[in-house]
């Protein structure tokens, strides 16, 4: 099989879509264009002062729907198996050489049937030898250049000794200009060398941006593979830095746990809050890992998950710190008891946790937190609120919430810890579920002293 890739090509998976992109539009141009050739030869038929022969009327006829036949054709063969992505079988590039190869033949017949060096049409051939350089090899554009130009020659050499038969258009230019050496030479020469100057500068501008686009598609590998790279690294330094910490836990519990014998009431107090900067670190630790993950694997793998049992089993795990604050939280779902959704369901539970933690962490002991789960009206979606009435988030800041690192000036303000990478994580979460997340601050439980915040999750069922 004619081998016709770049030999520049680093990525055959981007090359196919590429080519199989422009087919698509050439096959779209190719139904005007046939189309327009039928309206051509009712035109030059029967409009005043023009004229064709039946002969010619009919020919035209007949090559306007050729072109129409052979480009469904094309559009069914490029929908089937027979084309394959291989460079060792019949692929999108030979359907692409088939397609200008039938172009060419059947320009080369209106031009004959319509003057042929008298002919208007001629001027087509530069535009498809600059369509065919910016798929084909320049090698097959040339082969096809002069091909087409020994045919037009050839044909125009056998009119003028009248072996065979001349047509014009009546009407358009002066009878027997095709037997005037002058123009004949001219216009061909003249012809012959703007369609070998158009493939050579149409072939240069597209080899050279082809190898530019392959040089930045080697480049853009390049830093995905370092990204990687460094997402293992942080995710290797990062796990390393947390089991100390974890093991400082261990021992300040045992401390607490009076294992080690009493200890004094301000000691106790220190170690309280020694311990809960580890919880801190560690949470620091695990929003790291988690965003690493997220960056490094960049799948989900998907599975029916409830979102009624997901979160009530995440307000569960948090009711411990509810507790120790205090805090009123509420969960109603509303006829979803066996509403089901297609989902991850370790990120999904990722998402939602960091969402209801934030709700709670940036709550004041004694506040609320409410959480609602609805289908929408058109049973298409599902809608998850988690509003609090803690220290909400404030206009300035609003706009980058969603920001890696970036943290809300009152969060920082009143010593609420945290990376600033939780919400982020979230968002990503969400979108690839084809998903949306939002949220409105004051919340709709809030005050003007606790404005609170309420966080907007739809997902589709």
Not at 24 to 30: A, D, E, H, P, S
Not at 203 to 222: F, G, H, M, N, P
Not at 334 to 363: Q, V
Request: neutral net charge; aromatic residues 10%; charged residues 20%.
């Amino acid at each position: 099989m004619l081998n016709l890739i770049p030999s520049s090509t680093y990525n055959l998976e981007q090359l196919w879509q590429t080519i199989k992109n422009r087919n698509k539009w050439f096959i779209k141009l190719r139904f005007i264009a046939g189309i327009s050739a039928l309206l051509l030869a009712v035109m030059l038929k029967f409009s005043p002062g023009l004229g064709l022969t039946d002969y010619q009327f009919i020919a035209l006829i007949l090559v306007s729907l050729l072109i129409l036949v052979y480009n469904s054709l094309f559009n069914y063969i490029s929908k089937t198996k027979l084309v394959k992505e291989s460079t060792e079988s019949f692929n999108h590039l030979h359907i692409s050489l088939l397609q200008i190869i039938f172009d060419l033949i059947s320009l080369l017949l209106i031009t004959y049937l319509t003057g042929n060096v008298e002919s208007p049409f001629i001027l087509f051939f530069i535009f498809h030898m600059i369509i065919g350089s910016m798929i084909l090899p320049g090698w097959v554009v040339y082969t096809l250049c002069t091909f087409v130009n020994v045919i037009f020659v050839a044909s125009n050499l056998l009119e003028y000794f009248a072996v065979i038969p001349h047509f014009d258009i009546k009407g358009f230019i002066h009878p027997g200009t095709h037997n005037e050496v002058g123009f004949l030479l001219l216009t061909i020469v003249s012809l012959s060398i703007m369609l070998y100057l158009g493939i050579y500068f149409a072939d240069s501008l597209a080899t050279v941006l082809y190898k530019r686009e392959q040089e930045l598609r080697v480049a853009l590998d390049s830093l995905k593979e370092a990204e990687t790279v460094k997402q293992k690294y942080t995710m290797g330094i990062v796990h390393e830095i947390k089991s100390p910490i974890v093991a400082v836990q261990s021992n300040i519990d045992l401390i607490l746990g009076k294992y080690a014998g009493p200890i004094s009431q301000p000691v106790e107090t220190k170690l309280i809050r020694a311990r809960a900067r580890t919880v801190e670190a560690v949470q620091i630790i695990n929003d790291i890992l988690n965003i690493s993950k997220l960056k490094l694997l960049n799948k989900i793998t998907k599975s029916q998950v409830s979102v009624n049992e997901l979160l009530n089993k995440i307000i569960t795990l948090k009711l411990s710190t509810v507790e120790a604050k205090g805090i009123n939280i509420k969960y109603e779902g509303i006829d979803i008891d066996d509403i089901t959704i297609s989902a991850d369901s370790a990120l999904l539970e990722m998402a939602f946790s960091n969402i209801i933690g934030n709700s709670i962490k940036y709550t004041n002991k004694g506040g609320k937190v409410e959480i609602k789960a609805n289908k929408s009206e058109n049973n298409e979606m599902i809608k998850i609120t988690v509003s609090d009435n803690g220290i909400g988030i404030p206009e300035k800041d609003r706009a980058r919430i969603f920001t890696d690192f970036f943290r809300a000036s009152n969060a920082k303000s009143k010593g609420f810890e945290g990376t600033g990478l939780g919400l982020n994580i979230v968002k990503q979460i969400i979108e690839q579920h084809n998903g949306e997340l939002y949220f409105d601050s004051p919340s709709v439980i809030g005050d003007e002293k606790n404005p609170g915040t309420t966080f907007i999750v739809t997902l589709p069922l």
